[in-house]
């Protein structure tokens, strides 16, 4: 019969106490290990959503804005880009590749995005596959022709042939003006690459431009009813260029040396501004960075908790065990035996709490992600990080070393004391 | 085959003073033969076996088992020479809890690893059916009668095939009928393994059944009491 078998006896003995301290254990460990993993998962989940979208141009305004409504989709569109500085832009020699962004109106809540086919050629790298690929139909090739993400069509039961009618602005409201003269007919559906981008419905930019006209003759319309000048006539006279316009331009110059040229170039100029998403991401991680502390304190202060709590319980356990350790003596182990099984309970119970507690980490961090990823379309990729076993690890080694109180105590036991106690 | 001289035990007290638990001229016993120790409560009986096992050092003197002296070996040895050639035996059984009969017999084998690993598991069988608990192998110390219980340990007590088995009070927590039980079982047990049995009692009649009787009071080292001739006359082998 082996030491670790008494150990493992010992332990079913008193499996009520046993089973809370490896819960305990498991918990802490848990708790931890899902805060690291969503952390860490989160970022590079944004980073890797805003790998294709390459320098974002858009007019002068808060950066952090133009990452958010062009990345993510989310927070109000700055004002339009000039047509004729986009078109400056997609005619540059240094740029490699141009695609329009425009943001305007929504269906049920899932912002329409007014862009060009070449928006569907976008990569995270030069030798990537395209990022954004066709799970069923085609691309748009005419107005009111609409691309749906996966997310979109999930939700919406959207499906190619299907029609469906804009409502004007980026978010749904109670009260929202539909585009009942236009409706849009999906003709494809991206695969879901688990981003934001996966909530966006795309259509080309005469859609965008021709929706809007519309959306002008009727403010006209509704103005001149109120008795003010302005009239169809008028409005058709104005669509100015901004109405031509795009929110942001998606900019990929040829060379490294382009890219930093123009960034400076944009920067330098009055027209717009020139956003490298990950150095914009970069700032917000920064400000995000105390919440993440905060968030890892809690974490560790569980482990310490928990820590303490396994002291306690191997503490509290000699106090039952001395008589069981005074028989063992009694039968012949010796003193480095004694110490070498209460070592060993110790040893399992971290064992088991740091097994079940990296597998429930991982399992919280992945019901977690699924909420980001339902709720955000963010997608955190939980990755096996070697660093977050070693962490385990130490625990491990900590509260089995936490055993060596209790073990000592059992090492120092008089035997005579306690063996003819009933 | 055991031999005390000269044994004494006592525990220090405040202020300087010691109080004197044990005190033993000299005291013998030969292989296989079986005797009890009498006298009563708190007359120090099952310290003497605390010391003859070495789970106590005696204050002064000299505890000499198969011809080793207890008192030479480090603390290390004496547990693993415990283990190989001392059986013990209780009178509140101190089964180890959680563990099944079988399993408590196996663990004093794992101890004394004199009984090579792959006979363990016979043994304990062919012990425990020696007590009687054949059918009770698996069954854990608290599924089983006080008798039963100290039937287990009378069979973890041989499990090593130990030269002398020391009983503290065997029958004391039993009732009249079992305690007649697990005497006979106890006695005739060391009989067929061969190993001598010092037990502790203080009910005279079982203690006769052993064929020597050992009061205690008459081991104390007093050189002016004629009671020293008694006990140099117990102490010799038979």
Same mark, same amino acid.
């Given at each position: ?422 | ?49 605390? +010391?003859?096992? /070495?789970?106590?050092?005696?204050? =002064?003197?000299?505890?000499? &088992?198969?011809? @080793?002296?207890?008192?030479? %070996? ?69 599924? +089983?009668?006080? /008798?039963?219980?100290?039937?287990? =340990?009378?069979?973890?007590? &041989?499990?090593? @095939?130990?030269?002398?088995? %020391? ?72």
């Amino acid at each position: 019969m082996s030491l670790l078998f008494i150990a493992w006896r010992n332990l079913f003995n008193r499996r009520v106490q046993t089973l809370i301290t490896i819960g305990v254990v498991a918990v802490g460990i848990a708790v931890t290990l899902a805060i690291l993993l969503l952390s860490s998962g989160i970022k590079q989940g944004i980073v890797r959503a805003s790998e294709p979208f390459g320098m974002l141009v858009g007019s002068k305004g808060s950066s952090s804005q133009l990452v958010f409504n062009t990345i993510f989709l989310m927070d109000n569109p700055l004002a339009n880009l000039e047509p004729e500085y986009y078109e400056s832009l997609a005619d540059d020699e240094r740029v490699s590749q141009a695609v329009p962004f425009a943001l305007g109106d929504n269906y049920e809540g899932f912002r329409i995005v007014g862009t060009s086919v070449s928006f569907f050629d976008l990569k995270a790298r030069p030798v990537d596959p395209a990022y954004f690929r066709l799970a069923s139909g085609r691309l748009f090739e005419q107005p009111f022709e609409a691309v749906i993400g996966a997310k979109v069509a999930r939700e919406t039961g959207l499906k190619p042939g299907d029609t469906f009618v804009s409502a004007h602005g980026v978010t749904e409201s109670r009260e929202q003006e539909e585009h009942t003269e236009h409706p849009y007919t999906v003709v494809g559906v991206l695969k879901g690459v688990a981003a934001p981008s996966d909530q966006g419905i795309y259509v080309n930019m005469e859609s965008y431009w021709l929706g809007h006209e519309h959306e002008d003759e009727h403010e006209g319309e509704v103005s001149g009813e109120n008795g003010a000048t302005a009239g169809f006539e008028n409005s058709e006279a104005e669509h100015s260029a901004e109405e031509r316009g795009v929110t942001a331009a998606l900019i990929k110059p040829k060379s490294y040396t382009d890219l930093m040229t123009m960034y400076q170039e944009i920067n330098r100029g009055k027209d717009a501004q020139a956003v490298f998403p990950g150095q914009t991401l970069a700032r917000i991680f920064d400000m995000m960075g105390s919440g993440e502390q905060v968030l890892r304190i809690v974490g560790y202060v569980v482990l310490g908790m928990a820590g303490l709590t396994v002291i306690l319980a191997l503490y509290g356990a000699t106090v039952e065990r001395r008589r069981t350790v005074a028989i063992l003596r009694a039968i012949g182990a010796g003193r480095a035996e004694v110490l070498a099984i209460v070592l060993l309970e110790s040893a399992l119970v971290m064992l088991i709490g740091c097994a079940a507690g990296y597998a429930a980490g991982y399992g919280l961090a992945y019901l977690l992600t699924g909420y980001l990823g339902e709720f955000l379309s963010i997608s955190a990729p939980i990755r096996f990080q070697a660093g977050q076993l070693s962490l385990v690890g130490y625990v491990a080694l900590a509260g089995t070393a936490a055993g060596l109180l209790p073990a000592l105590s059992a090492y120092r036991t008089e035997t005579a004391r306690y063996l003819n106690a009933s | 085959m055991l031999v005390l001289e000269e044994v004494s035990k006592t525990y220090p007290m405040k202020g300087g003073s010691a109080v004197p638990v044990v005190s033993v001229s000299r005291f013998a016993m030969a292989a296989g033969e079986q005797a009890a120790l009498v006298g009563p409560s708190g007359s120090g009986k099952s310290t003497l076996l605390h +010391l003859i096992s /070495g789970v106590l050092r005696p204050t =002064s003197g000299s505890i000499q &088992l198969l011809g @080793r002296e207890l008192g030479s %070996l480090s603390e290390a040895e004496l547990d693993r020479f415990r283990a190989k050639h001392i059986g013990y035996v209780f009178q509140s059984f101190n089964l180890l809890p959680g563990f099944s009969a079988a399993e408590n017999v196996m663990a004093a084998m794992g101890f004394g690893r004199t009984i090579p690993a792959r006979e363990r598991k016979e043994r304990a069988h062919m012990l425990l059916g020696r007590v009687g608990l054949g059918h009770r192998l698996n069954h854990r110390s608290h599924q +089983l009668s006080q /008798g039963e219980q100290q039937r287990v =340990s009378i069979a973890r007590a &041989l499990a090593n @095939r130990p030269a002398l088995v %020391l009983a503290d009070e065997p029958t004391a927590s039993l009732d009249g009928a079992n305690a007649q039980i697990v005497y006979a079982l106890l006695a005739e047990a060391c009989e067929s393994e061969g190993a001598a049995l010092l037990l502790s009692t203080h009910d005279m009649e079982l203690a006769k059944r052993t064929g020597r009787v050992v009061p205690i009071r008459e081991l104390a080292a007093r050189e002016e009491d004629d009671r020293v001739a008694a006990v140099h006359r117990l102490a010799q082998p038979v």
